[in-house]
């Protein structure tokens, strides 16, 4: 039994010995020539849109052909009718309604450029809408 301890013991201090001494390292991994990097970014809005009138975000985003964009709002009175959209390189509005208080589109461009988020309020009073745009 003493010697069954002993060897316990002995391999119990080599472990411990073998375990401090090892060196931890990092390795850089390099990406692969075949990876493809899809970066997206997000924002979200929160807005009042007075009657008859249109929102134009303050900022714009570069996007290339074929990218897509996402809208996802909702807004109130949900029976108003509202327009969520782009307005596109060419200054021309691209939009489609909201339903029954909520928009969830999605946008394919065609061409390259800086694009701005706009909301349409065709209604006869003011309507509050929060949101996302994903690109």
């Given amino acids: 039994m003493r ?7 002995l391999l119990a201090g080599i472990l411990t010995f073998a375990c401090l001494t090892l060196e931890a390292g990092a390795v850089q991994a390099e990406p692969e020539a075949n990876t493809l990097s899809i970066e997206r970014a ?3 809005f ?8 249109t929102f134009t975000a303050d900022s714009t985003f570069p996007l290339d052909i074929g990218d897509t964009v996402t809208i996802k709002a909702t807004y109130t009175p949900r029976s ?5 959209g782009l307005i ?9 309604p909201g339903q029954r208080g909520s928009c969830s589109e999605t946008f394919k461009v065609d061409q390259r450029g800086d694009y701005t988020l706009a909301i349409r309020n065709n209604s006869d009073s003011t309507v509050s809408i ?3 745009v994903t690109y």
């Fill in 3 to 9: 010697l069954k301890k002993a060897f316990c013991l």
């Fill in 42 to 44: 997000s924002g979200r």
């Fill in 46 to 53: 929160s807005v009042d849109v007075g009657k008859q009138s």
């Fill in 80 to 84: 108003a009718s509202v327009d969520f």
């Fill in 88 to 96: 596109a390189p060419d200054g021309l509005f691209y939009s489609l």
């Fill in 130 to 132: 929060s949101g996302t």
